[in-house]
Protein backbone atom coordinates (compact mmCIF):
# COMPACT_ATOMS: atom_id res chain seq x y z
CA UNK A 1 0.00 0.00 0.00
CA UNK A 2 1.42 3.50 -0.90
CA UNK A 3 0.16 6.57 1.15
CA UNK A 4 -0.11 9.50 -0.99
CA UNK A 5 -1.87 12.86 -0.98
CA UNK A 6 -2.92 14.51 -4.00
CA UNK A 7 -0.87 17.45 -4.85
CA UNK A 8 -2.90 19.92 -4.19
CA UNK A 9 -0.76 23.12 -3.08
CA UNK A 10 -1.17 24.43 -0.26
CA UNK A 11 -1.69 21.24 1.60
CA UNK A 12 1.59 19.28 0.73
CA UNK A 13 4.86 19.63 1.83
CA UNK A 14 3.39 22.66 4.26
CA UNK A 15 6.89 22.99 6.06
CA UNK A 16 8.26 23.75 3.11
CA UNK A 17 6.28 26.23 1.91
CA UNK A 18 8.10 29.23 3.67
CA UNK A 19 11.56 28.27 2.20
CA UNK A 20 10.26 27.05 -1.22
CA UNK A 21 7.22 28.87 -1.77
CA UNK A 22 4.02 27.27 -2.11
CA UNK A 23 4.17 26.05 -6.01
CA UNK A 24 8.27 24.44 -5.58
CA UNK A 25 6.51 22.72 -2.13
CA UNK A 26 3.71 21.29 -4.33
CA UNK A 27 6.43 19.81 -6.86
CA UNK A 28 8.80 18.80 -4.75
CA UNK A 29 5.85 16.67 -3.45
CA UNK A 30 4.60 15.78 -6.69
CA UNK A 31 8.22 14.65 -7.80
CA UNK A 32 8.88 12.30 -4.79
CA UNK A 33 5.49 10.84 -4.95
CA UNK A 34 5.87 9.88 -8.89
CA UNK A 35 9.43 8.59 -8.37
CA UNK A 36 8.29 6.61 -5.69
CA UNK A 37 5.06 4.90 -7.38
CA UNK A 38 6.76 4.64 -11.21
CA UNK A 39 9.80 2.88 -9.41
CA UNK A 40 7.41 0.26 -7.49
CA UNK A 41 5.31 -0.20 -10.26
CA UNK A 42 8.54 -0.67 -13.16
CA UNK A 43 10.19 -2.90 -10.09
CA UNK A 44 10.86 -6.85 -10.02
CA UNK A 45 8.92 -6.87 -6.44
CA UNK A 46 7.69 -10.41 -5.92
CA UNK A 47 5.61 -11.44 -8.14
CA UNK A 48 2.23 -11.97 -5.71
CA UNK A 49 3.05 -8.18 -4.02
CA UNK A 50 0.16 -6.20 -5.41
CA UNK A 51 0.36 -2.15 -5.73
CA UNK A 52 -2.07 -0.21 -4.23
CA UNK A 53 -2.65 3.93 -4.04
CA UNK A 54 -4.38 4.70 -0.55
CA UNK A 55 -5.21 8.48 -1.78
CA UNK A 56 -5.98 11.49 0.21
CA UNK A 57 -8.03 13.96 0.15
CA UNK A 58 -9.68 12.23 -2.99
CA UNK A 59 -9.22 9.37 -5.21
CA UNK A 60 -9.76 11.27 -8.37
CA UNK A 61 -7.14 13.42 -8.39
CA UNK A 62 -5.97 14.28 -12.05
CA UNK A 63 -2.20 13.38 -10.85
CA UNK A 64 -3.50 9.77 -9.74
CA UNK A 65 -4.48 9.47 -13.73
CA UNK A 66 -0.79 8.77 -14.31
CA UNK A 67 -0.63 5.34 -12.45
CA UNK A 68 -2.25 2.10 -13.61
CA UNK A 69 -3.08 0.99 -10.16
CA UNK A 70 -6.22 0.43 -8.20
CA UNK A 71 -6.92 3.51 -5.65
CA UNK A 72 -8.59 3.42 -2.76
CA UNK A 73 -9.62 6.19 -0.06
CA UNK A 74 -8.06 6.78 2.93
CA UNK A 75 -10.20 6.83 5.86
CA UNK A 76 -10.00 7.91 9.39
CA UNK A 77 -9.45 10.93 11.92
CA UNK A 78 -5.97 10.71 12.16
CA UNK A 79 -2.84 9.25 10.55
CA UNK A 80 -3.17 5.90 12.50
CA UNK A 81 -6.95 5.39 12.06
CA UNK A 82 -6.39 5.86 8.27
CA UNK A 83 -3.39 3.37 8.02
CA UNK A 84 -5.25 0.69 10.61
CA UNK A 85 -8.26 1.27 8.41
CA UNK A 86 -6.43 0.17 5.42
CA UNK A 87 -4.65 -2.99 7.03
CA UNK A 88 -8.14 -3.99 8.01
CA UNK A 89 -8.82 -4.63 4.16
CA UNK A 90 -6.12 -7.27 3.97
CA UNK A 91 -5.24 -10.94 5.39
CA UNK A 92 -1.92 -11.48 4.36
CA UNK A 93 1.42 -9.75 5.16
CA UNK A 94 1.25 -6.41 3.92
CA UNK A 95 3.81 -3.23 4.14
CA UNK A 96 2.45 0.40 4.07
CA UNK A 97 4.69 3.23 2.53
CA UNK A 98 4.40 6.95 2.46
CA UNK A 99 5.83 8.83 -0.16
CA UNK A 100 8.54 11.08 0.85
CA UNK A 101 11.39 9.06 1.69
CA UNK A 102 14.63 9.01 -1.08
CA UNK A 103 16.13 6.24 0.37
CA UNK A 104 12.85 3.90 0.46
CA UNK A 105 13.80 1.98 -3.26
CA UNK A 106 12.30 -1.07 -4.66
CA UNK A 107 15.85 -3.04 -2.86
CA UNK A 108 14.83 -1.98 0.55
CA UNK A 109 10.83 -2.59 -0.03
CA UNK A 110 12.02 -6.56 -1.31
CA UNK A 111 14.12 -6.80 1.95
CA UNK A 112 11.28 -5.46 3.81
CA UNK A 113 9.23 -8.14 2.54
CA UNK A 114 11.82 -10.79 3.17
CA UNK A 115 11.95 -9.50 6.98
CA UNK A 116 7.61 -10.19 6.81
CA UNK A 117 8.33 -13.23 5.99
CA UNK A 118 10.55 -14.02 9.39
CA UNK A 119 8.75 -11.32 12.13
CA UNK A 120 5.03 -10.34 12.67
CA UNK A 121 6.16 -6.58 12.09
CA UNK A 122 8.95 -4.83 10.21
CA UNK A 123 9.60 -1.18 10.75
CA UNK A 124 11.59 1.40 8.74
CA UNK A 125 12.62 4.40 10.87
CA UNK A 126 13.23 7.58 9.61
CA UNK A 127 15.58 10.03 11.27
CA UNK A 128 12.93 12.79 12.49
CA UNK A 129 11.58 9.77 14.72
CA UNK A 130 8.46 8.68 12.70
CA UNK A 131 8.72 5.45 10.04
CA UNK A 132 8.56 5.66 6.45
CA UNK A 133 7.35 1.84 6.21
CA UNK A 134 5.66 -0.40 8.32
CA UNK A 135 4.85 -3.86 7.92
CA UNK A 136 2.12 -6.22 9.24
CA UNK A 137 1.41 -9.88 8.56
CA UNK A 138 -2.22 -8.99 10.00
CA UNK A 139 -4.16 -6.21 11.43
CA UNK A 140 -2.46 -4.89 14.73
CA UNK A 141 -5.43 -2.14 16.10
CA UNK A 142 -3.49 -1.52 19.24
CA UNK A 143 -0.11 -0.59 16.86
CA UNK A 144 -2.17 2.62 15.40
CA UNK A 145 -4.45 3.93 18.67
CA UNK A 146 -2.82 6.53 20.89
CA UNK A 147 0.41 7.73 19.02
CA UNK A 148 1.69 11.13 19.14
CA UNK A 149 1.31 11.67 15.36
CA UNK A 150 3.49 14.24 13.39
CA UNK A 151 5.86 14.06 16.86
CA UNK A 152 9.66 12.57 17.16
CA UNK A 153 7.88 10.10 19.34
CA UNK A 154 6.40 7.82 16.46
CA UNK A 155 8.93 5.34 16.03
CA UNK A 156 9.44 4.68 19.37
CA UNK A 157 5.98 4.63 20.65
CA UNK A 158 5.05 2.52 18.61
CA UNK A 159 8.05 -0.29 19.06
CA UNK A 160 7.00 0.12 22.36
CA UNK A 161 3.68 -0.86 21.81
CA UNK A 162 4.67 -4.13 19.67
CA UNK A 163 6.50 -4.68 22.56
CA UNK A 164 3.46 -4.61 24.52
CA UNK A 165 1.99 -6.89 22.61
CA UNK A 166 4.74 -9.58 22.51
CA UNK A 167 5.02 -9.19 18.60
CA UNK A 168 8.35 -10.38 17.07
CA UNK A 169 9.38 -7.65 15.03
CA UNK A 170 12.71 -5.95 13.51
CA UNK A 171 13.64 -2.60 13.31
CA UNK A 172 14.90 -2.00 9.13
CA UNK A 173 18.02 0.75 8.16
CA UNK A 174 16.77 4.35 8.74
CA UNK A 175 14.61 6.29 6.09
CA UNK A 176 14.65 9.92 5.85
CA UNK A 177 12.30 11.94 4.31
CA UNK A 178 11.73 15.65 2.60
CA UNK A 179 10.35 18.00 5.24
CA UNK A 180 12.67 20.50 5.72
CA UNK A 181 15.09 23.12 3.45
CA UNK A 182 18.15 21.34 4.66
CA UNK A 183 16.62 18.12 3.25
CA UNK A 184 15.37 19.83 -0.08
CA UNK A 185 19.19 19.93 -0.78
CA UNK A 186 20.42 17.13 0.49
CA UNK A 187 17.87 15.22 -1.61
CA UNK A 188 18.72 17.39 -4.93
CA UNK A 189 22.39 16.56 -4.42
CA UNK A 190 21.28 12.74 -4.53
CA UNK A 191 19.97 13.57 -8.17
CA UNK A 192 22.49 12.72 -11.42
CA UNK A 193 20.93 16.81 -12.79
CA UNK A 194 20.50 18.26 -9.71
CA UNK A 195 16.85 18.67 -10.72
Excluded at 21 to 30: D, F, K, L, V, Y
Excluded at 66 to 90: C, I, K, S, T, Y
Excluded at 147 to 170: F, G, K, Y
Amino acid sequence: MIFCKAPIPGEVKSRLIASEGIAAATGIHEELATRLILECLASALPLEVSIELWCSPTTDHEFYDQFVVPRFLQQGADLGERMLNAFEHFETATLLIGTDCPNLTPEYIRSSFDQLAIYDAVLGPAEDGGYGLIGLRGPEPSVFKDIPWSTDQVCSETCRRMDELELNWALLPQLWDVDRPEDVKRWRNLTPTGS
